[in-house]
């Protein structure tokens, strides 16, 4: 309880007024300090010297008329970055007790023009001379298109929390082969030493922050492990932190000439140390292929060099093929990385690619899919990001065949044609931080996929992310963001940030550093419209719905578990060592089949035993599959009555959806083979919805 000031006229007796307050303090405890008067998103004390926020105004709190928490959510962010990859890849660190000036240091090599920031010349171009001042100049950086410097600092991620934002997703991130064979690096390479480093790091900004509000829970930084969390500290106005780990041979789920490193024993260890950290959401690949899935590619001189760091990782170049369908990983290109081209051994080769092959060969792999059930059995969300269209293809039929909603796609490196196959499953979809322009086309061209699956939207600032981030637009752009401006909610008013002797102005400046977001924002609502921003502030609550259901998930019964048996047209002739009648389609091992004789008109047909009602049928095929096949459904075995068919069968795990039917028989008709051989199904599942 919060004392008021004692009124301004003069007090008349001195004694009585300390006999008051004793009396006072023996009932509601220790009078509280000046402190405790002052606003309760304001700290105690900074470090000193530090960044100023720049903003005004009470954060806003709790939810809106119909429950649903407000604001924005930055679904893909690195605050940590500075830790992992040896340590010196990005320099700087988000936050120190000794304040902005001692936080935001250059890297040691840089000194004293940036000549040996090499991994700027490598991802900018350029020579990677700048100015290696920070405080209080901060000349050259940080800046939107410098992708070595700290963009995390504390006091930049409070002033997005002070203009709307309410969720952060820190993806711990590192990566082995990057740091390997960087030049510079101060700890071990090891990537589950760097995550757990990481995490720890979270924590402890957390304790730091708590520490200017008074004590443990008190600060605006909440690490929350669960949705139900997230929602309380943002009914209190503060910011809700998901730990999600973003790197490339998680578990040590390498593969060296195609050859996996890791077995499934490492994956269920390290999904539940993960877990155990706090971590709530995963990318199982992200630039190079490893024994869990292939990778979208990177490209341009960037993507030479990633595809350098896989073949010294794992002994194999990237390989492509025609895509199968519309989706596509991004292209390749061949431009040349002279400093990461170096590093090949002699006789090696970047290869040349062809154009129109913009398909990884790779999927996901039988461990990668043990991998992304791991994940489910303990209701963690998936990213699918940066995962080859082959792999993010095979983890959606895994998805769809379980109904699981917990699929994200963070900062737009998932093919763009899947928005609506994620939106159906209740996964949550965020874009990247481009610029405005760009980003607001983005953004309305899925707006009808919004409004019908009534969801809102996320952006991932990617922030430490070696990305790259917007432009300004100049100075002398017709429609500038115009200083001071009021936040989404109408309550916070927003100027510009001053960190020393430097004032930062997104029409300048771009997308610099964090404390720059809000800008950002305001700058897409300038050349986008309010549309967008609105669509923005509803992100929170449409990702917390995906967190909650992904929580409450459990895994529906398959009927054709408890099946009388099941019967087949034919079946393949059998030997000794293995058969293939029809009831190993129903036997719960992936590890056997039915097969049928070699002709298009075939069938299996499953007894539940009882009439029941079926919504759901799943099909694990062998290579030997249907390119056109109907589900049925029968009371009798006689009256058969078609409720799903497809002519475009290619194979894998199909998901029959329908509405809900009562039936006994279920029959799967096959029509047209899609290979020389009949058909072979590993598993049948059927499901009451």
Same mark, same amino acid.
Not at 502 to 508: P, S, V
């Given at each position: ?545 995906? @967190?909650?259901?992904? &929580?409450?998930?459990? %895994? /529906?019964?398959?009927?054709?578990? =408890?099946?009388?048996?099941? *019967? !087949? #047209?034919?079946?393949?002739? @059998?030997?000794?060592? &293995?058969?293939?009648? %029809? /009831?190993?389609?129903?036997?719960? =091992?992936?590890?056997?089949? *039915? !097969? #049928? ?23 694990? *095929? ?68």
């Amino acid at each position: 309880m919060t004392l008021a000031h004692p009124p301004r006229h003069r007090l008349r007796s001195l004694p009585v007024v300390l006999l008051l307050l004793t009396a006072m303090a023996l009932v509601f405890g220790p009078v509280p300090s000046s402190a405790a008067d002052q606003n309760w998103w304001d700290p105690t004390a900074r470090p000193t010297p530090d960044a100023q926020i720049n903003v005004t105004g009470e954060p806003f709190k709790g939810t809106d008329a119909q429950g649903n928490v407000r604001g924005y959510v930055d679904a893909h962010d690195h605050i940590m970055a500075n830790e992992g990859f040896g340590g010196r890849l990005i320099c700087g660190k988000p936050f120190s007790e000794q304040g902005v000036a001692d936080a935001l240091k250059d890297c040691p090599e840089h000194y004293p023009d940036g000549s040996l920031a090499i991994f700027d010349m490598i991802t900018k171009g350029g020579d990677g001379r700048h100015d290696p001042v920070g405080w209080p100049t901060f000349k050259d950086w940080p800046a939107h298109d410098s992708l070595t410097h700290q963009q995390n600092y504390y006091a930049g991620i409070e002033r997005a929390w002070r203009a709307g934002q309410r969720v952060l997703v820190n993806d711990l991130v590192t990566n082995g082969v990057i740091c390997s064979v960087y030049f510079f690096k101060d700890r071990s390479c090891d990537e589950m030493t760097a995550i757990r480093l990481e995490a720890q790091k979270s924590y402890d900004m957390q304790a730091f922050i708590d520490k200017m509000y008074g004590g443990p829970g008190k600060g605006w930084f909440r690490i929350v492990t669960d949705s139900a969390q997230a929602r309380e500290v943002i009914k209190q106005g503060k910011l809700a932190v998901v730990l999600g780990v973003e790197t490339s041979e998680p578990f040590g789920c390498k593969q060296v000439l195609d050859k996996a490193q890791c077995s499934k024993e490492d994956i269920d260890r390290g999904l539940d140390e993960l877990y155990k950290l706090g971590v709530r959401s995963m990318f199982l690949c992200h630039k190079f292929d490893n024994a869990l899935c292939g990778v979208r590619f990177d490209s341009g001189a960037l993507g030479t060099a990633i595809n350098v760091g896989q073949f010294l990782s794992t002994g194999t170049f990237w390989k492509t093929e025609d895509c199968r369908g519309p989706q596509h990983d991004n292209p390749i290109g061949n431009a040349p990385a002279p400093q990461a081209e170096k590093e090949l051994p002699k006789g090696e080769e970047v290869p040349t690619y062809a154009s129109g092959a913009q398909c990884n060969t790779r999927g996901l792999t039988d461990l990668g899919a043990y991998a992304v059930r791991g994940m489910m059995k303990r209701n963690m969300m998936l990213e699918l990001d940066h995962m080859s269209v082959k792999a993010a293809d095979q983890a959606f039929d895994i998805l769809e065949s379980e109904s699981y909603p917990g699929v994200l796609s963070s900062h737009s490196w998932m093919d763009a044609g899947w928005t609506e196959r994620l939106y159906k499953l209740g996964g949550f979809a965020a874009q990247y931080m481009s610029g405005s322009a760009g980003f607001a086309g983005e953004a309305k061209s899925k707006e009808a996929l919004r409004e019908k699956y009534h969801v809102g939207l996320g952006y991932g600032t990617d922030m430490n992310g070696v990305g790259g981030w917007p432009a300004p637009r100049g100075a002398d752009t017709p429609n500038p963001v115009k200083y001071p401006f009021r936040s989404t909610d109408g309550g916070s008013l927003i100027d510009k940030q001053i960190t020393g002797e430097r004032t930062w102005d997104f029409n300048t400046d771009g997308g610099a550093h964090y404390g720059m977001v809000p800008d950002w924002i305001e700058d897409i609502r300038i050349v986008g419209g309010q549309k967008v921003v609105d669509d923005l502030f509803s992100g929170a609550e449409s990702y917390l719905r995906t @967190w909650g259901n992904t &929580e409450k998930y459990k %895994p /529906g019964k398959n009927l054709a578990a =408890d099946a009388v048996g099941a *019967w !087949a #047209s034919s079946s393949e002739w @059998w030997n000794p060592i &293995e058969s293939f009648q %029809p /009831g190993r389609a129903i036997d719960g =091992d992936t590890g056997t089949r *039915w !097969a #049928s004789e070699w002709n298009d008109d075939q069938w299996l047909r499953i007894d539940l035993g009882s009439t029941q009602p079926v919504g759901r049928v799943t099909l694990d *095929w062998e290579r030997a599959y249907a390119k056109s096949y109907r589900v049925e459904l029968s009371d009798d075995r006689t009256n058969w009555r078609t409720v799903w068919s497809t002519d475009a069968g290619d194979g894998g795990l199909d998901t029959a959806r329908f509405a809900g039917t009562q039936a006994r028989y279920v029959r799967v008709k096959g029509l047209e083979r899609g290979t020389q051989w009949g058909y072979s199904l590993r598993e049948v599942g059927v499901y009451a919805d």
